[in-house]
Structure formats: structure tokens, C-alpha cells
């Protein structure tokens, strides 16, 4: 079993549409979560740390449920330039080995 | 601010051959680490460090070798490539000690071997 995993995508979405996903964890001794997203051809970036209390930045809302080892990443009203591989990411213990998601693809089309 | 820097680019190697794929940051980070990308199957981890002079192995570590003599530097040793290397490798660096910190990537380096 992958130590995160996430939806296989890809997710084909108008403009405007809500999508949803999701992550899930195996090492319940995890620590630190995030969204990184990557652009065709480019290299990752941060999107958003994720918080166990839930966050939110403009139209992105990510959740964090430890009991359960699942993160999701919300995208509001989806624009074209969010079309791009969203990217799960988990630190380990002592918060140097980081282990990303395969990756979700998403397109919003017009 | 040049952040991390992986050089070269692109580069095709024949199956057998060596080279360095090379990986500078100038943001006095102590952790660097080490991914290949490959379709389908995300970014894996190969090898990373904590500091100088400490390297540990990550996921995929076989076939590669890493040194840290210098906090800037961390670079990826091919010893013998084969055909199963060729992918898109990314650097990545973030600052130690806090686990929130933000992981920094170079800009890749797509190799084929032949």
C-alpha cells in the first residue's frame, strides 16, 4: 500500500464548478500535510498547509481528519488556471521526509 | 533570489555511463533532498539530508549516490545508468527543524538513457 494516496483523476470540470479532492494517509504518525500544485513541465509548488482545524485561502478550503488519515483540498468556483496536478504531500516523524501523492489531474474547461 | 538551482536542464545518457546531476540553494536551507517523477506514479523520494555531512536514503535509493559537504550543495550521482532512471528529477530544499516549513524545488532535470 502507497503511504499517500490519492483520487486517480483526472477531474473534468466547467468553469465555475465546485471539485473536490481527496487524500488519504497510512502513517498515523504523521505530522505535517499539505497541497502542492504542479503545472505541466514545471515543478511543484506550495498551494496550501493543511490544519486540523480546517483552513482556508480565497477559494481553496483544505481539511485535515486525523482519526481517519484523509485530507481533502475544496476548489470553488474553478477558474482555467486552476488547471493543473494537485499534489498530496505528508511529513513523517521529525519532519524531514516528505512523501508526495501521485497526483490529481484537473482541467477546467470553458 | 535564485532559489534552488538543478543543472542540467535535459541531458541523454547511454546506458552504462556516469554524470552528476548538480542542485544549489542560496537560502541557507538545511534540508535537501532528491525526487524522480515518472507518470503515474508521483514524485519519490531517493535521497535526502538533514545537514552537512548527513545524507539517509529515501523510497528509490538503489543506483544513486548523494554527498553533502556543504549546506548549499547536494548533488545526485548516476553510477552506472540504465534505461529505468530515465525520468524527471527534481531538488527540492526547505528550512530544518520546523515540520510546517515549505518545500522548494529547482526546475527539474529530464534525463533519457539510451
Known amino acids: 500500500r502507497k503511504e499517500v494516496e490519492q483520487d486517480p483523476g483526472p477531474f473534468n470540470v466547467p468553469e465555475g464548478a465546485t471539485v473536490a479532492f481527496n487524500c488519504t494517509y497510512s502513517?498515523?504518525?504523521?505530522?505535517?500535510f499539505f497541497w502542492y500544485r504542479q503545472d505541466c513541465r514545471k515543478e511543484p509548488k506550495l498551494l496550501m498547509s493543511?490544519?486540523?482545524s480546517g483552513n482556508e485561502d480565497g477559494r481553496f478550503t483544505a481539511q485535515l481528519n486525523r482519526a481517519s488519515q484523509y485530507i481533502s483540498l475544496l476548489i470553488r468556483d474553478s477558474k482555467l488556471s486552476d488547471s493543473a496536478t494537485y499534489l498530496c504531500?505528508?511529513?513523517?516523524?521529525?519532519?524531514?521526509?516528505?512523501?508526495f501523492g501521485a497526483g490529481t489531474r484537473l482541467f477546467v474547461k470553458a | 533570489n535564485a532559489g534552488v538551482t538543478q543543472t542540467p536542464k535535459f541531458q541523454v545518457l547511454k546506458t552504462g555511463q556516469s554524470m552528476t546531476l548538480q542542485c544549489a540553494q542560496d537560502?541557507?536551507?538545511?534540508?535537501m533532498s532528491w525526487y524522480r517523477q515518472d507518470p503515474g506514479m508521483g514524485l519519490r523520494l531517493i535521497h535526502y539530508s538533514v545537514g552537512a555531512g548527513i545524507t539517509d536514503q529515501g523510497e528509490v535509493p538503489n543506483g544513486y549516490n548523494v554527498s553533502r559537504s556543504t549546506t548549499e550543495d547536494f548533488p545526485l550521482r548516476l553510477l552506472s545508468a540504465a534505461p529505468s532512471q530515465t525520468s524527471v528529477y527534481f531538488c527540492?530544499?526547505?528550512?530544518?527543524?520546523?515540520?510546517?516549513?515549505?518545500?522548494?524545488f529547482g526546475q527539474g532535470t529530464r534525463l533519457t538513457v539510451v
Open positions: 493543511v490544519y486540523s
Open positions: 504531500v505528508v511529513k513523517g516523524t521529525g519532519g524531514f521526509k516528505t512523501i
Open positions: 502513517n498515523s504518525a504523521s505530522q505535517s
Open positions: 527540492a530544499s526547505s528550512q530544518g527543524g520546523n515540520l510546517n516549513t515549505e518545500a522548494f
Open positions: 537560502m541557507n536551507h538545511e534540508y
